[in-house]
């Protein structure tokens, strides 16, 4: 079980938009430790989406977002397309990955 | 353009060892602290070890300490990881990282490891 807690999954319909939380401890992200989201496709490696929060590598779309507060973080993803259908982490404190939420495009 | 290429894996029997390697090219190796992570069939990401960019630091998570060290070649622009005692549970594909800021922007394609009597 990770210190970093995710749902197992959500789903959502194409064009919506769904948020995944990442809810972590004193230990982590409520230390100030910053969060961090990959897109993982089966047969592929991790992609990174958000870095320290909120911010975008070059090449993500804007409709991926994240946020932080307290001992929590959440992930937002707008205008949903199939293409979206993956496994999502999140990643603080000491080299520290939640467990992964299953995104399912309905 | 960065790249991280594993070797290949394998099967091997449960307490015997196995070396991957992962070659680095397109940034200055020597300059970075390097990852192993790992995701074993049906589960998340696990974190596995680090190695600072000297070689100096090295940490590992709990499940490996004592049975697994990660070295690195600065000259070669290579990353190790020697597994030893190798247990059913260490099954998992290997992803080497370079690591920067806490982040992972670029990954290894990863290599399957089959621990299997």
């Known amino acids: 079980q990770s210190v970093l807690t995710q749902p197992p999954s959500v789903s959502g319909a194409p064009g919506q938009r769904v948020t995944i939380s990442c809810s972590g401890s004193?230990?982590?992200?409520?230390?100030?430790?910053?969060v961090h989201w990959y897109q993982h496709l089966p047969g592929t490696a991790p992609k990174l989406l958000i870095y320290?929060?909120?911010k975008r590598p070059s090449g993500v779309p804007d409709r991926f977002s994240g946020s932080k507060s307290g001992t929590s973080a959440s992930l937002a993803i707008t205008g949903l397309r199939a293409e979206d259908e993956a496994d999502y982490y999140c990643?603080?404190?000491?080299?520290?990955f939640g467990g992964g939420t299953k995104l399912t495009v309905l | 353009q960065v790249q991280l290429v594993e070797s290949e894996g394998g099967v091997v029997q449960p307490g015997r060892s196995l070396r991957l390697s992962c070659a680095a090219s397109?940034?200055?190796?020597?300059?970075?602290?390097m990852h192993w992570i790992r995701q074993a069939p049906g589960k998340g990401l696990e974190w596995v070890a680090v190695?600072?960019?000297?070689?100096?630091?090295?940490y590992y998570v709990d499940s490996v300490k004592g049975r697994f060290t990660i070295s690195r070649d600065n000259p070669k622009n290579t990353l190790y990881l020697q597994m030893n005692s190798l247990r059913v549970e260490d099954t998992a594909v290997y992803y080497c990282?370079?690591?920067?800021?806490?982040?992972?922007?670029?990954w290894g394609q990863g290599t399957l490891v089959t621990v299997s009597s």
């Open positions: 990282a370079k690591g920067e800021g806490g982040h992972y922007l670029y």
């Open positions: 397109g940034f200055s190796f020597s300059s970075y602290g």
């Open positions: 190695i600072s960019n000297d070689g100096s630091k090295k």
């Open positions: 004193s230990s982590n992200i409520g230390a100030g430790y910053d």
């Open positions: 320290d929060n909120t």
């Open positions: 990643q603080s404190g000491s080299w520290v």
